[in-house]
């Protein structure tokens, strides 16, 4: 089976750094994704990693360790826009995946 | 930028019913996906769809779910009897092949569904 856990809130000021950790538990693995979502709508794509490492994108930034079963997603200079879920996702040896109950952060001015 | 499209947004139907609900996926995608996601509650599998055919399904599609590509554009969820734990907001999404790993699914906006 997979266990993917995260935490449930977190709280950041505009204009700072905060870091969202993923530890998962999976029977197979084929890639670990985040994705962001706003209340009521869609998850949004964020980043891909499926080798050990850190993947930079912008202002996001995605980190594995695939021995250890841990991610964490970056978010640099913090945007009142960035207040959202983030969804960590782990792709098992077929092509679904399997999504963690999200963290949901609230960035203040 | 390419989206898939869902159709309704929003639909109300009495417990026992059926309901349909419609994706059109990205065109040049071949991988085809359902998810759901419960009110507070994590994004969920159901099934996958490649070649025509179901890939994979979670223990949650059971029976009273189907899926369908009747055309080369449209994808299909099905509900025969519908139930009050049915009611959810049911993404439809799609990868391209070859990149999907990398680009990651492209979801759809969804379909709230409530059952009553």
């Known amino acids: 089976g997979q266990n993917i856990d995260q935490p449930t809130e977190m709280t950041a000021t505009e204009g700072a750094i905060v870091q969202i950790n993923c530890t998962y538990q999976?029977?197979?693995?084929?890639?670990l994704f985040w994705y962001q979502q706003h209340a009521g709508e869609a998850p949004t794509f964020l980043s891909y990693?499926?080798?050990?490492g850190l993947e930079e994108k912008g202002r996001f930034s995605s980190f594995l360790s695939r021995s250890k079963g841990y991610s964490y997603l970056l978010l640099k200079e913090l945007q009142m826009k960035d207040s959202a879920s983030y969804l960590c996702?782990?792709?098992?040896?077929?092509?679904?995946?399997?999504f963690g109950d999200g963290t949901t952060l609230t960035v203040k001015p | 930028e390419p989206e898939v499209t869902q159709t309704p947004s929003h639909q109300v139907t009495q417990m026992g019913q059926e309901v349909i609900l419609r994706c059109v996926p990205i065109?040049?995608?071949?991988?085809f996906y359902w998810y759901r996601q419960i009110l507070g509650q994590k994004v969920e599998f159901l099934v996958s769809?490649?070649?025509?055919?179901?890939?994979?399904k979670s223990e949650i599609f059971d029976d009273q779910f189907s899926v369908e590509r009747p055309d080369g554009s449209n994808f299909t969820l099905k509900i025969r009897s519908t139930k009050l734990e049915d009611s959810a907001m049911y993404f439809c999404?799609?990868?391209?092949?070859?990149?999907?790993?990398?680009?990651?699914?492209?979801f759809g906006s969804g379909t709230r569904l409530t059952v009553v």
């Open positions: 996702a782990v792709r098992d040896s077929g092509s679904k995946s399997t």
């Open positions: 999404a799609s990868i391209q092949p070859g990149t999907g790993a990398v680009l990651g699914y492209t």
């Open positions: 769809f490649y070649n025509n055919e179901i890939s994979e």
């Open positions: 990693n499926v080798l050990d």
């Open positions: 065109s040049n995608h071949l991988y």
């Open positions: 999976t029977s197979g693995f084929n890639g």
